[in-house]
Nanobody, 124 residues
């Protein structure tokens, strides 16, 4: 199975940008479709973005569309989430997840492996 470790979170100000990374180990990342999710305090975890195994297709939640870019470097076994124009409502713990299925998925149930998360706090 694959192990996932997120990094890149922190405290930023509204309007700033941040790039989150998700490093995989144990198995080649190219075997998996990948997704980013987030969980704000007191709320359920929600979908942010997804990318196919090759990186050819991506999918975004409406809340981040135009501000987020998901990408991957299979040679480095790493997936990224670039977030621009951050808002206080983007404050959450961000998780990456790997799916053994082919395609793009916004449902958490489609993902088999999860990282521990990296916190992002956006101050106003």
């Amino acid at each position: 199975q694959v192990q996932l470790v997120e990094s890149g979170g922190g405290l930023v100000q509204a309007g700033d940008s941040l790039r989150l990374s998700c490093a995989a180990s144990g198995r080649a990342l190219s075997r998996y479709a990948m997704g980013w999710f987030r969980q704000a305090p007191g709320k359920e975890r929600e979908f942010v973005a997804a990318i196919t195994w090759s990186g050819a297709a991506t999918y975004y939640a409406d809340s981040v569309k135009g501000r987020a870019t998901i990408s991957r470097d299979n040679a480095k076994n790493t997936v990224y989430l670039q977030m621009n124009s951050l808002k206080p409502e983007d404050t959450a713990v961000y998780y990456c997840a790997a799916s053994e299925l082919i395609g793009l998925y916004s449902s958490q149930a489609m993902y088999n492996y999860w990282g521990q998360g990296t916190p992002v706090t956006v101050s106003s």
